[in-house]
Structure formats: C-alpha cells, structure tokens
C-alpha cells in the first residue's frame, strides 16, 4: 500500500479508503466477539440459574468462559466510576506491563 499526498512522500502506510475499510472490519469483529461473549455467559448462567447444571459444572462453565475469554477489559478489573481517560490510561499501563514481561523473558 503506497500514499501519495500532495507533496508527500511515498508511504506504506494504508490510503484513507483502505482505514475505511479495515475500520468496517474491526468493528464487525468488535461486535461478533462481544455477541459471543454475551451469548456465552448467558448460556451458563441461565442453565445454572434455572436449576440445569449443578454448581460444580457451573462454576466449570465460569472457569472455561474466564479462559476463553479473559478480562472484559484488559488490564481493568473495574471500570465502573472510570471516566474513559482513566480507562484508557489503565489498558495502556496493563499492555506496558505485558510488553515489558515478554521482552524480560526473552532475554534469557
């Protein structure tokens, strides 16, 4: 992917039609990954609420969605009371530490 701008220089950074598309992509992703997830906890626990599954396969269910899926939010355990700067500076700090955790344990 090459941009050419008025009087920049050439790119390989993605044109503003190809982010469009890789936006329209994200979102949908976004959105399929929160339905399922949705759809997964609600299964469980409505099975274990209605008296379907015992407490030892619901609390299986919740150790196998907690896998699958990991923290809403990386990195936050809580967002409630979190205005979005906070939040984001969280996510940001959680990423940080991961990264610097993978490049440590490359090291030996």
């Known amino acids: 992917m090459v941009v050419r701008g008025s009087g920049e220089e050439e790119s390989d950074f993605p044109s503003p039609q190809e982010m469009e ?7 949908a ?7 399922l997830r ?3 906890a609600t299964a469980f ?13 619901a609390g299986e269910r919740s150790c196998q969605y907690s896998r699958r899926w990991g923290e809403p939010i990386f990195g936050v355990f809580r967002s409630e009371g979190l ?5 984001l500076k969280q996510l940001d700090d959680a990423r940080k ?3 610097s955790l993978q490049s440590y344990k490359g090291r030996y």
């Open 83 to 87: 205005n979005d700067d906070e939040l």
């Open 97 to 99: 530490r991961t990264s």
């Open 38 to 40: 949705i759809k997964d």
């Open 45 to 57: 626990v409505t099975a274990y609420s209605k008296g379907q599954i015992s407490q030892d396969e």
């Open 29 to 35: 992703d976004i959105k399929r990954a929160a339905e």
């Open 21 to 27: 598309g890789w936006l329209q992509r994200e979102i």
